[in-house]
């Protein structure tokens, strides 16, 4: 099959390109299409021609955007199936133009958060074959407002990336990319600076590093807290994280929005996939997927917290849990009970489930 991959990028991030290997693992052959880094090409040319100056870059890309459109239908007239990884700046319009030559693919990474910013974020899955979303809640108001079919898909790791390398060194590690701070995002989230401190009232044996598009990282004293300068490791490289995670105990994480449902980031498989225990904000769903309640009947595969005091508190008992084994909840134990599941959520998974809606 040839797969026309349309994603929001202005290079092969890493993701993608753990998708593509994962596509091209299971046989078939993938066209990689960076909208971001398109547009801007393909603007920066057409001002050129018209000796256009002084635009800004999103004046440039909207520059690009007819012949970018007109690339893109090509693309899908060659292709079985594109997938449309986001992509907020291709109209809907186009997308419903591709649908009528080749299977349609919609996945969003960014939502509930995306809907709240995206203007196409309903119509563009609507005008799909299938549209999935990282949150079930999303992928049935995609259903309800237009999508042939709405389907919750979490995202996956590479365990060719992410797998454990060397042994516990400090108690606590938060590899993050934005600060999500309360000046900002409200209450809608958790401002991770308040994560870090609550963290540090507990343990100093912390790292934290930043990631992303940001060079100085998130945490860095100079973006979050003074504080945190003697814990700040500095930027990580997405495929050295696998190091950061394996480094620490616990693992913290979490999330834009706290109003999905089964809504899980990438960030949560990696640290799975290093068999590490994963410590994340609590979202409707969590538990049933990892048992995460310490007094379940399910063996815990994540600690989960819902509240900064709360965090504080699962920290503690977890770094003072000392008997390992089934039904216990040392580090240790959640990480391992935890890897033992994470194979069903690797990128190949992920993407036999997309395949096997349109085959």
Not at 284 to 308: A, E, N, Q, W
């Amino acid at each position: 099959m040839k797969i026309a991959f349309v994603a929001s990028a202005y290079t092969k991030a890493e993701a993608f390109a753990s998708v593509i290997k994962s596509f091209e693992r299971l046989g078939h052959k993938v066209y990689y299409y960076p909208v971001y880094q398109k547009s801007f090409d393909i603007g920066t040319q057409e001002c050129a021609k018209t000796r256009k100056t002084g635009l800004n870059d999103h004046e440039i890309k909207q520059a690009g955007l007819p012949q970018m459109y007109n690339e893109i239908f090509a693309l899908a007239t060659k292709c079985d199936m594109m997938l449309i990884w986001k992509a907020e700046n291709v109209h809907p319009e186009i997308v419903r133009r591709c649908s009528q030559v080749t299977k349609t693919v919609y996945y969003s990474w960014d939502d509930p958060y995306q809907l709240e910013l995206d203007e196409y974020a309903l119509s563009r899955p609507a005008a799909c074959h299938v549209a999935f979303s990282w949150c079930a809640k999303t992928a049935r108001i995609y259903e309800a407002t237009g999508a042939k079919k709405g389907l919750w898909l979490p995202p996956g790791y590479d365990p060719e990336v992410h797998y454990e390398d060397g042994d516990p060194e400090v108690d606590v590690c938060f590899v993050a990319t934005n600060t999500y701070c309360k000046e900002i995002y409200g209450d809608k989230c958790f401002d991770r600076r308040d994560l870090v401190r609550a963290i540090l009232d507990v343990t100093k044996s912390v790292e934290l590093y930043g990631q992303g598009t940001e060079p100085l990282g998130w945490l860095h004293p100079q973006h979050g807290d003074p504080s945190f300068a003697p814990y700040y490791k500095g930027f990580i490289q997405f495929a050295e994280s696998r190091k950061a995670y394996s480094r620490a105990k616990l693992c913290i994480s979490s999330h834009v929005r706290r109003s999905g449902q089964k809504y899980f980031n990438e960030r949560t498989f990696q640290v799975i996939g290093c068999k590490r225990a994963l410590v994340v904000d609590d979202n409707p769903g969590h538990d049933d997927m990892f048992g995460s309640r310490l007094d379940s009947s399910i063996f815990p595969r994540c600690y989960t917290y819902k509240s900064v005091n709360e965090l504080k508190d699962v920290v503690k008992k977890a770094l003072s849990a000392t008997k390992e084994g089934p039904g216990f909840v040392t580090p240790k134990s959640v990480g391992q009970a935890a890897y033992g599941f994470s194979k069903e959520y690797t990128w190949d998974r992920f993407c036999e489930k997309i395949l096997k809606e349109v085959e």
